[in-house]
């Protein structure tokens, strides 16, 4: 790359004295702070050892998967000892954290970004920071953070490569800045969840240590300026991309913001029921909106639809089943099959799958938990063709740093 499009800044020496400014952190602020962590692989590695380093009081830590060998090389907290099934990435990282700083109060989550963590997780973290290597978990991450106003810092590494955005409400936005082709990836992945959770999974890109160090470095610096209020010095809009083969530093602009993009949809104002939780059954949660809000008939809008049935190709039979979409797996509905050939799909007959859950759903005895819906979760609820947003606050103390 030549020299003139470079955007490596070179100062003479004599002015080196001159270049510190102030970050205006406060110590004590930073020690109060609650911060997410999207994904605890190699990159997500280096920013949980940051974190702990810099003294962050709070880590709400999230991952799905469990330590393998292949992590060992790239993954800074992770030992020999720590691989196999039986332990969760999210909880070996947690258990490293408090190893290095016994100061740092962490919550280890277990779970999908899709659909295991609700709103209200995210309406109470200072700064969000996303560890990502799929393009479909990046995109639920951005829709869940604008629904609540937060902004989140992306970082993505390749080899000796890495880059990051940080993505704000109003200014930049994840989806926004998707290309055509990303899209139909995407959207292909929405469509077959099991194809989704395999890339999920795999994590085939490969990736070195030095440029998870730089790049998660940086984005914990991008994620304290956000804590701290110093929004208007962060990345956001703009793309932080490190080319390691060749040092180079440069900074993009980011598209503008799309009209009619689904993750500018805002949830707001949001009401605060100490009363609800998500352990309560379908019924009672319908009959408290019922009388809070003077309505006859509310309805809870589902992030993702429930599947009341599935049909067998080989047996041609259909199956009573209770599910959410996003748990529509293979493991799932493995004992509905009808030989190793067979074939699962949803039922296309009428009220099988559902969008709503309302006095007509048939399982009313139920919980909230079995219907898709996250502890501390924000919900859609329908008032007389209105929405309103409604908390889980009753589920507060299972936000619990330790």
């Given at each position: 790359?030549?020299?003139?499009?470079?955007?490596?800044?070179?100062?003479?020496?004599?002015?080196w004295?001159?270049?510190?400014?102030?970050?205006?952190?406060?110590?004590?602020?930073?020690?109060?702070?609650?911060?997410?962590?999207?994904?605890?692989?190699?990159?997500?590695?280096?920013?949980?050892?940051?974190?702990?380093?810099?003294?962050?009081?709070?880590?709400?830590?999230?991952?799905?998967?469990?330590?393998?060998?292949?992590?060992?090389?790239?993954?800074?907290?992770?030992?020999?000892?720590?691989?196999?099934?039986?332990?969760?990435?999210s909880?070996?990282?947690?258990?490293?954290?408090?190893?290095?700083?016994?100061?740092?109060?962490?919550?280890?989550?277990?779970?999908?970004?899709?659909?295991?963590?609700?709103?209200?997780?995210?309406?109470?973290?200072?700064?969000?920071?996303?560890?990502?290597?799929?393009?479909?978990?990046?995109l639920?991450?951005?829709?869940?953070?604008?629904?609540?106003?937060?902004?989140?810092?992306?970082?993505?590494i390749?080899?000796?490569s890495?880059?990051?955005?940080?993505?704000?409400?109003?200014?930049?936005?994840?989806?926004?800045?998707?290309?055509?082709?990303e899209h139909?990836?995407?959207?292909?992945?929405?469509?077959?969840?099991?194809?989704?959770?395999?890339?999920?999974?795999?994590?085939?890109?490969?990736?070195?240590?030095?440029?998870?160090?730089?790049?998660?470095?940086?984005?914990?610096?991008?994620?304290?300026?956000?804590?701290?209020?110093?929004?208007?010095?962060?990345?956001?809009?703009?793309?932080?991309?490190?080319?390691?083969?060749?040092?180079?530093?440069?900074?993009?602009?980011?598209?503008?913001?799309?009209?009619?993009c689904?993750?500018?949809?805002h949830?707001?104002?949001?009401?605060?029921?100490?009363?609800?939780?998500?352990?309560?059954?379908?019924?009672?949660?319908?009959?408290?909106?019922?009388?809070?809000?003077?309505?006859?008939?509310?309805?809870i809008?589902?992030?993702?639809?429930?599947?009341?049935?599935?049909?067998?190709?080989?047996?041609?039979?259909?199956?009573?089943?209770?599910?959410?979409?996003?748990?529509?797996?293979?493991?799932?509905?493995?004992?509905?099959?009808?030989?190793?050939?067979?074939?699962?799909?949803?039922?296309?007959?009428?009220?099988?799958?559902?969008?709503?859950?309302?006095?007509n759903?048939?399982?009313?005895?139920?919980?909230?938990?079995?219907?898709?819906?996250?502890?501390?979760?924000?919900?859609?609820?329908?008032?007389d063709?209105?929405?309103?947003?409604?908390?889980?606050?009753?589920?507060i103390?299972?936000?619990?740093?330790?």
């Amino acid at each position: 790359m030549s020299k003139e499009k470079s955007n490596l800044i070179t100062i003479p020496k004599e002015k080196w004295n001159n270049t510190v400014e102030s970050v205006g952190w406060d110590e004590e602020r930073i020690n109060n702070l609650k911060i997410m962590v999207v994904g605890a692989g190699a990159l997500g590695n280096e920013v949980l050892k940051n974190l702990a380093l810099l003294n962050v009081g709070n880590i709400f830590i999230v991952d799905f998967d469990h330590v393998e060998y292949a992590n060992l090389a790239k993954s800074v907290l992770y030992r020999e000892e720590d691989c196999g099934k039986e332990n969760l990435k999210s909880s070996v990282a947690a258990r490293k954290v408090q190893e290095i700083n016994r100061q740092v109060k962490v919550m280890a989550f277990n779970g999908d970004i899709r659909s295991d963590i609700g709103l209200g997780v995210f309406r109470r973290m200072d700064a969000i920071i996303g560890c990502l290597d799929n393009r479909l978990a990046r995109l639920m991450l951005n829709r869940q953070c604008f629904k609540v106003g937060k902004p989140w810092v992306d970082g993505a590494i390749e080899n000796l490569s890495g880059e990051l955005t940080v993505f704000m409400p109003g200014t930049s936005c994840y989806e926004c800045n998707l290309t055509e082709e990303e899209h139909k990836w995407i959207h292909y992945e929405l469509g077959c969840f099991k194809v989704a959770m395999e890339n999920l999974r795999l994590g085939r890109i490969p990736t070195t240590p030095i440029s998870s160090s730089i790049i998660g470095a940086m984005q914990v610096q991008e994620a304290l300026k956000l804590a701290m209020g110093n929004t208007n010095k962060s990345l956001a809009g703009r793309k932080f991309n490190y080319n390691g083969m060749n040092n180079v530093i440069e900074l993009y602009e980011l598209d503008g913001l799309e009209k009619g993009c689904l993750s500018h949809f805002h949830y707001d104002p949001v009401y605060e029921a100490k009363e609800l939780s998500a352990e309560m059954p379908l019924g009672e949660v319908l009959d408290w909106l019922r009388q809070h809000f003077k309505t006859n008939d509310p309805a809870i809008k589902l992030e993702s639809e429930i599947i009341l049935e599935v049909f067998s190709r080989n047996s041609e039979k259909y199956y009573p089943v209770m599910m959410p979409h996003n748990k529509f797996t293979a493991e799932a509905v493995e004992q509905y099959m009808d030989g190793v050939d067979d074939e699962i799909s949803v039922s296309t007959r009428d009220g099988m799958v559902r969008k709503y859950l309302d006095k007509n759903f048939p399982f009313l005895d139920k919980p909230l938990t079995e219907l898709g819906i996250p502890r501390l979760d924000v919900m859609r609820v329908i008032i007389d063709g209105e929405p309103q947003f409604v908390e889980l606050t009753g589920d507060i103390s299972f936000l619990t740093f330790q």
